[in-house]
């Protein structure tokens, strides 16, 4: 089955203890990326990656990390969550042409106290 | 500067009925990808129906169609006979055919009512 995988689901942590959350997807698409969903804001990109080892910034990237060392993983790690980062988030993937539509993952519910 | 716009924050439809939820959006690019997903209280994107610019007839998929109105910078989501399954938020977004970024609106609360 085509889907794009997330874990964990949901999170509960502190403040500045470094996480990850991972994201692998098996449709051989060469683009992911990462959002965050908050309420009254839709969602909005952190990072994206268009192929292996090439990842750039989106609209809202700080405070995150991630890497592409394979095609199909994309983490998003937080080296120090702080509570403004309280969100739900989603790992999306999808060929590189405007024209297909974005698979995402579950979501990830990250609350941090 | 917001690409993308949803004017209503919220929703309400009778069951069976029709409804027309608003998006517009700002672009220069000649070629360009509008999409809706639906998120239902799960949390999960489910993705709806997708219009290109140089579409010449309206995007349809089963109930879900897409109004779209290039010179107005629209491209409003229809679901007609509503059920209450449709209750759900919506979002537009775009790709613009320069990049493949996705944007997204900031969505519309839909409320199906029995």
């Known amino acids: 089955e085509a889907q794009v995988t997330q874990n964990p689901r949901y999170l509960i942590t502190v403040t500045g203890k470094k996480l990850t959350v991972t994201c692998s997807q098996n449709m051989n698409h060469e683009y992911m990326s990462w959002y965050r969903q908050d309420p009254g804001l839709g969602l909005r990109q952190i990072y994206y990656s268009m192929n292996v080892e090439v990842t750039d910034k989106g609209d809202v990237p700080e405070g995150y990390k991630v890497s592409r060392k394979e095609k199909r993983n994309f983490p998003l790690i937080l080296e120090s969550p702080s509570p403004n980062q309280t969100s739900l988030y989603f790992c999306?993937?999808?060929?590189?042409?405007?024209?297909?539509?974005?698979?995402f993952g579950q979501g990830t519910r990250l609350t941090v106290v | 500067a917001q690409k993308i716009t949803q004017t209503q924050p919220g929703m309400f439809v009778q069951e069976k009925e029709a409804v027309t939820l608003d998006c517009t959006y700002d672009t220069s690019d000649q070629s360009y990808g509008l999409f809706w997903y639906k998120q239902p209280s799960s949390g999960e994107m489910i993705f709806l129906i997708y219009?290109?610019?140089?579409?010449?007839q309206n995007a349809t998929e089963g109930r879900y169609s897409l109004n779209f109105q290039k010179a107005r910078k629209s491209a409003n989501l229809v679901i007609s006979a509503s059920q209450l399954g449709d209750s759900a938020m919506y979002f537009c977004?775009?790709?613009?055919?320069?990049?493949?970024?996705?944007?997204f609106g900031a969505g519309t609360r839909l409320t199906v009512k029995p």
């Open positions: 219009q290109g610019s140089y579409d010449e």
């Open positions: 999306a993937s999808s060929f590189l042409t405007g024209a297909t539509e974005a698979f």
């Open positions: 977004a775009m790709r613009e055919g320069y990049n493949n970024d996705m944007r």
